[in-house]
């Protein structure tokens, strides 16, 4: 028990560091209040027209921006105060809850409003991820805390993405889609009010000695110099491509396969829900980053795998471990690549290279949806799903296959940071 209790504190290390409290508690508000309005909108626009093609637009729009613009937000992050830019993103993020909070009210919201709002509140996050990201080491400088913090950091997305359905469901019920949209613009005061409340040293950075166009430039040749990253994040993007789309087509199984409604679709993503926060406290409870390639080359093969026997499985309750096991798998293979990448990559580059991270993670949930989505008209669900298992799988092997490549171009950076000795 004491080996046990010894691994839960090393798993919360990263609340050693006042600023990273304070960026826990008004970001898990936030969030929560990100995934309540996500939730009505979607009801909104369902209620009113019915479609859903409209709703596969609602969801396009809000996520698309981050594919374009999460470079953008990487290059920002390397140039200005990475705290005041949160400050603005967050704030900004307010807008459009109180907007469509008081075209509710009035009784005059239409589905294009939605559609619009959902498109900046999109391209709000597109900037708002990788600076977030990047930000991290800035509130948790002790490099050993930063695999806690980063596993805290994808707890906190996952936790919201479990309760904030729920909550808004309770929510409609009780009022309606207004006081969701409310919940969130408030949720944002919260975020901004820790931000300030933090005590940050900014970090000196040189003068911007190229344009925008030359700054990108010179992040994605960075990122493509370093074998590590080049290796490690069309991982991240098969995953992500491959697997993610089982959201999208969850609707399919819970009432064809299962027989079920809202209720049954609601313990299949909160299963996935539940597989993730699994994962991040096993993420947090490890003590640096050695070993962790292993555990992103089997977790990609664990989330193909078990996409598949998910894909074909008719029993209600197998169906739920595999998708927690899915859910469990592709984000240690994120936050796994995110954790080696926060570890090794110089400061003056972090934010471009995230940013280019976040779009090979966040950035291929729209396509991988789309893609889905059209396959699955041609083959069904069952089969596509598989498919994009196999793929995972694919991707596995060929990850073990490069591991020894991977090993002899990262151990020199863990020797020149003092992680591994000589």
Request: aromatic share 10%; hydrophobic share 55%.
């Amino acid at each position: 028990s004491v080996t046990r209790d010894q691994q839960m504190i090393h798993s919360l290390r990263a609340f050693r560091h006042r600023s990273y409290r304070l960026f826990f508690c008004g970001q898990s508000v936030a969030v929560l209040g990100s995934w309540i309005q996500f939730l009505a909108m979607n009801w909104l626009v369902y209620r009113l027209s019915g479609s859903a093609w409209l709703l596969g637009v609602t969801g396009f729009a809000g996520q698309i921006a981050i594919l374009v613009l999460a470079p953008f937000g990487g290059l920002w992050a390397d140039r200005f105060d990475r705290r005041k830019l949160l400050l603005w993103t967050q704030a900004a993020a307010m807008i459009p809850g109180f907007v469509l909070a008081s075209l509710a009210y009035a009784d005059a919201i239409e589905i294009w409003h939605v559609v619009l709002m959902a498109s900046l509140f999109g391209v709000i996050m597109a900037i708002d991820v990788p600076v977030r990201q990047s930000f991290t080491p800035e509130m948790v400088p002790a490099r050993e805390d930063l695999p806690s913090a980063i596993a805290f950091n994808a707890l906190m997305q996952n936790g919201g993405r479990m309760l904030g359905p729920t909550i808004a469901g309770l929510l409609i019920a009780a009022s309606s889609e207004a006081v969701c949209f409310v919940v969130n613009g408030v949720s944002k005061i919260a975020a901004v009010t820790t931000l300030m409340m933090m005590t940050v040293t900014p970090i000196a950075r040189p003068r911007a000695s190229s344009s925008i166009w030359g700054g990108l430039k010179e992040g994605i040749v960075y990122t493509w110099n370093s074998v590590p990253l080049r290796l490690l994040f069309p991982v991240v993007a098969a995953v992500s491509f491959m697997a993610s789309p089982y959201q999208t087509l969850m609707p399919i199984f819970a009432a064809e396969v299962f027989a079920g409604g809202a209720d049954t679709l609601g313990f299949l993503i909160g299963a996935a829900g539940l597989g993730g926060i699994a994962g991040m406290l096993l993420l947090a409870s490890r003590q640096d980053v050695r070993g962790l390639m292993n555990w992103i080359a089997g977790s990609a093969f664990a989330a193909g795998a078990t996409l598949v026997v998910f894909a074909y499985s008719t029993s209600l309750m197998l169906s739920l471990a595999m998708i927690a096991v899915v859910g469990l798998a592709a984000l240690t293979v994120a936050m796994g690549v995110s954790t080696i990448v926060q570890t090794i990559v110089e400061d003056r580059m972090r934010g471009r290279v995230l940013g280019l991270f976040v779009v090979a993670f966040l950035g291929m949930f729209p396509l991988g949806s789309l893609a889905a989505g059209a396959v699955a008209s041609w083959i069904g669900a069952t089969h596509t799903l598989a498919a994009g298992g196999v793929a995972c799988m694919l991707t596995a092997f060929w990850l073990w296959r490069r591991l020894p490549e991977l090993r002899s171009h990262i151990r020199p950076i863990y020797v020149k940071l003092g992680i591994i000795s000589e």
